[in-house]
Each structure stands twice: as C-alpha cells, then as structure tokens.
C-alpha cells in the first residue's frame, strides 16, 4: 500500500505548465489564408480577358497606324450608249435611254483586303434630269486586286414642265456628238487584314463621262475613253 501511495505523491509533486498555447497569429494566419470561391475566379478571368483585349486593340492600333489604308481606285472603263433620245408631245418632254457600262474597282493596298457590302449607284443627265439608280453587286477583293462590274440603266425619264435646260443641252450636246452622264456611287465597305476587320467606310464615288452619241458616226470612230471617277469621304 506504501508504494501506490508514494507514486501517486510523485505524479502530484512534478510541475504542471497547463494546456499547449498557440502563438498569437498562428490561428489569424490560418483563417486568413486566401480561398478561391466562384466569385474570385471570375474576377480572375474577367482581368485575363481585359487585359487580353487592351494587347490585342494596342497592337491592331499599332498595325493601323503603321499600314495606312489607301483609298480604293474606280475607273470606268467602257459607256455604251444605244438609245438616247428626247421626245416632246406637246408640253411634255421625256428621255429615252439605255446605257451599258463596265466599271473597275481598283485596291491598291498590300496588307487589306476589301470587302464591298453595299454598292448602288445613281445616273443623271446635264446634272438636272435623274435618269435611273441601280443596286450593283457586293463582292470581295484580295490585296492588290481589281475587280471588274457591269451595269445597265435604262428606262424613260420625264423632263418637268418647264425646264428649258435639259433640251438646252441635249441639243447641244448631240451637235458635239458626245452626251455628258453623270454616275454617283455610294458604297459600305470594311478592310480586313488577317482576322481584324476595320470599322465602315463610306465613300462617295463621282464619275463624268463624256459618251459618243449612238447617231454620230464620227464620235462612234473616236469612241470613248476610260475615266478615273473622284472618292471622297475614304475615311
């Protein structure tokens, strides 16, 4: 009975330091150790992409820059005039016509290509008499490419009441044997170059032709000759 006694003084006698404390931040650090939640993961990807698209809009910038897009070039090459007559019954006056002409849509830039998404064009006479206005076709061009289109206006146009210029002119002009035709164009247009397209162009295209009259044999020997149409507003 002595040596239980004597080891339960022993157990009783040796110090006592209490429970394990953990240093002050051990347990701070621990909750605040950084989880990713659905939330932190979108903000994560949503600040990739962001910063994706700034690289990607700084080096388009820096490519535009660089690379000027020239403006595109329109010729027309051929103006056929197979009727074009004015008739008058009594006070009334109308214009009879039928043009077939061939036009050349010139891209002069080496790193674009240009892709026409709408093109219409309108034809007048003696810059007084609408004559008709015609949709062309869209189409795509490579760099350093020329793309050739056909048109036709035809119809009858009335003269207003009045208007002494336009028989001013046709009587003048089929003197000379070449009728003046004026040929507007607006187009929409965008430039690509590799995966980036540009943003809309709308240009304006002014075309006067001088056509041999189809009752002149003389100016149907000089026959006509191609013209360079005016692009304004290529920007």
Not at 112 to 127: C, F, G, I, K, Q
Request: with cysteine; net charge positive.
């Amino acid at each position: 009975m002595a040596e239980p006694k004597q080891q339960q003084e022993a157990y009783l006698n040796q110090p006592y330091y209490g429970p394990t404390v953990l240093p002050a931040g051990a347990e701070s650090s621990r909750a605040s150790r950084p989880t990713l939640d659905g939330y932190s993961l979108i903000c994560f990807f949503f600040k990739i992409f962001t910063t994706i698209l700034i690289v990607v809009g700084i080096v388009v910038l820096a490519l535009w820059l660089i690379y000027q897009p020239q403006s595109i070039k329109v010729y027309a090459d051929t103006a056929v005039l197979s009727v074009f007559n004015l008739s008058n019954s009594g006070n009334h006056s109308s214009l009879t016509y039928n043009l077939t002409l061939t036009l050349s849509f010139r891209n002069p830039n080496r790193k674009y290509d240009t892709n026409y998404e709408r093109l219409n064009a309108d034809a007048s006479y003696s810059n007084h008499l609408h004559l008709s206005s015609v949709a062309l076709p869209r189409f795509r061009q490579n760099r350093k490419s020329t793309t050739l289109v056909s048109t036709r206006f035809e119809g009858r146009a009335e003269v207003p009441p009045g208007d002494q210029r336009v028989e001013e002119a046709f009587g003048r002009e089929r003197d000379e044997g070449f009728f003046g035709i004026r040929i507007r164009m607006y187009a929409t247009l965008r430039l690509k170059m590799v995966v980036v397209q540009s943003v809309k162009f709308k240009p304006d295209v002014d075309c006067y032709l001088r056509i041999p009259s189809p009752t002149n044999a003389t100016s149907l020997t000089a026959g006509f000759h191609s013209v360079e149409c005016d692009v304004y507003n290529f920007s």
